[in-house]
């Protein structure tokens, strides 16, 4: 990941409290004493970044509000710095899709941290709490009859068939899914790798059952993202009748949305090697430089409207007045019985 996005290590010395240079060591130690008196044991911020901090405060307000419109949507951390960025780049947002961009963060990420816990998490209508990390899965035992799934009261919730599901390569990606109630609209499992893979047999005989079941993956831009949907592959095993579609992101789709990138160090030739070979010859350039986008960085409803449209497939057509008028005429409404 990019070191514009890691906040610096907070292990160690913090920078800037070595003694001074010709300052006698009594008189150091009798100002820090009281400083920290006056600070109530709290490091003092120095006039920019107290400006900073005010300013992302303020930016914050305005990015909780439009991360969780319309209707109040749930949204992470991570999404909410995104939201920041966008609120504090007004430019990029007019000029997504009309000139196509990756552009970098306007604000660091340890300075939007710093500004957050300033601030409250617990403040933030729409924040979702960090997620825990994840348990050690246990696969259940193998049995010849239908078994209860630990925790359900259903034990017939395996006895069906599962036309689809969604797998993301972010936790938190995930639970902002789950929080708005995607799985429910969509009529589709959310998991992540982390938590699912290898997935359950009774799950994947669910999906087997179903007949073309699709599973959908959804991850970042980036090397590891582009290899997520053959990791999943692998995960399911040789089950026939079971297609695994990428939903995104790609490279050209940051650029069409122009989301905030990052940049880690440059690739080697093994990983140009890995990556997919239908991707772009500037898509490889742009992953090359180091460059990655995550899902995150999509607005949050943009990103639930995509992911529901991608899911649940077309729409069936909408009943106008004229087809339910040759739908009656059809069925011999209103008409003469035959003799």
Do not use: K
Not at 46 to 63: Q, S, W
Not at 142 to 148: A, D, K
Not at 175 to 195: I, K, Q, R, S, W
Not at 204 to 219: D, K, P
Request: proline share 12%; aromatic share 4%.
């Amino acid at each position: 990941m990019s070191q514009r996005h890691l906040p610096p290590p907070r292990t160690g010395p913090t920078t800037g409290t070595g003694q001074p240079a010709g300052q006698p060591a009594g008189v150091s130690r009798a100002a820090s004493a009281g400083q920290a008196a006056r600070t109530g044991g709290r490091p003092t911020l120095g006039f920019a970044a107290r400006t900073t901090i005010g300013v992302a405060d303020r930016a914050i307000t305005a990015a909780a509000a439009r991360a969780g419109a319309p209707g109040g949507l749930r949204f992470s951390e991570r999404q909410l710095y995104y939201e920041t960025c966008r609120v504090l780049s007004p430019g990029s947002t007019l000029l997504r899709g009309r000139v196509p961009g990756t552009p970098a963060p306007v604000l660091r990420l340890p300075a939007f941290t710093r500004a957050l816990e300033a601030r409250g998490r617990e403040t933030v209508p729409g924040l979702l709490p960090p997620l825990p990390e994840p348990a050690a899965r246990v696969q259940p035992p193998q049995s010849h009859g239908p078994s209860e799934p630990s925790g359900s009261s259903e034990p017939d919730l395996y006895d069906y068939g599962l036309p689809r599901l969604l797998m993301c390569q972010d936790r938190s990606i995930a639970g902002m899914l789950l929080a708005n109630h995607v799985h429910l609209e969509a009529a589709c499992p959310v998991f992540t790798a982390a938590d699912a893979l290898p997935l359950d047999p009774r799950l994947l005989a669910a999906l087997q059952r179903a007949e073309g079941a699709t599973v959908y993956v959804l991850h970042d831009a980036s090397p590891a993202g582009l290899a997520f949907p053959a990791l999943v592959r692998a995960g399911l095993g040789a089950v026939p009748g079971i297609r695994v579609v990428s939903l995104g992101l790609v490279p050209r789709h940051a650029a069409a949305l122009r989301l905030p990138t990052g940049r880690g160090p440059a690739l080697g030739p093994a990983d140009l090697a890995a990556l997919p070979a239908a991707l772009r010859p500037r898509e490889a350039a742009w992953l090359a430089e180091g460059r990655f986008a995550e899902v995150a960085a999509v607005p949050p409803d943009r990103l639930l409207r995509t992911v529901l449209r991608l899911t649940r497939g077309p729409r069936p057509p909408r009943d106008s007045l004229w087809s339910g008028l040759r739908g009656l005429r059809g069925t011999g409404f209103m008409t003469w019985p035959a003799a």
